[in-house]
């Protein structure tokens, strides 16, 4: 399950949290991973960790810019020729009221967790295409995808989006042997969450354990979901074990969601 050296992942937004997980998972499959994003630093440095042979840092990956996905798509397609997995993990998230989201706000979290989703995708698939059979399409939506929480409905909106278009090209793909899921991870251990806790501290006063604690509530088992525990439903979903596997919405999170 774990062989994956025919494979080239290309991973958006891998320098950090559940994307960095998830190349190095990838990588330690024995795959060439191009890690994407829009920052060259963290970028850098993983591919310097992994070792430029089965590595490649594409910096200046912005998937709100057509142009900039195709820049980035050839660089990778220069070093290691066609993709064969995608993993679309790049994200943001915003937290608002539904009366306090803007609509620049409400436009810029659908351009990035919804339409960048499609752009990457769209301009990925040709490769995917010729290769056909054993290729993967792997999309990191969210439990904000499966069901509704406060004060994020533009990014509950942009997550539904994902899982409906996940379901739509799984079906479209389904006999040319190329797979297209989705993993759904609840509260998770990494920088965003980290950002948005700080954030909701400073505007509301309230400790940062506090709202720790109000985030892990949502999980029966009481804590946050480790990047690595997506990372392996990846490295399942890029096997050949899981060829009849498509259109899923796969729910990690601890039992939030059943």
Known sequence: MKDL???HC???GAGSGIGLAIARALFAAGAKVSLAGRRSGPLDELADELGGERSL????FDITDPDAIGRGLAKARA???PVSLLVNNAGQAQSASFEKTSRQMWNDIIAVDLTGVFDVTQAALPDLRALGEGARIINIASTA???GY???SAYCAAKHGVIGMTRALALELATTGITVNAICPGFTDTPMVAQSIALVAAKTGRSK???LAQYTSVNPQGRLIDPAEIAEAVLYLASPASGSVTGQAITI???EIM
């Not at 840092?57 to 200046?60: I, L, M, S």
Request: proline share 0%.
């Open 5 to 7: 050296k025919r494979h």
């Open 10 to 12: 290309f991973v958006t």
């Open 57 to 60: 840092a594409v910096a200046d």
């Open 79 to 81: 070093k290691f020729g």
């Open 145 to 147: 995808g499966l069901k």
């Open 150 to 152: 406060g004060y994020v």
């Open 209 to 211: 354990d506090e709202i």
């Open 253 to 255: 999170a601890g039992g």
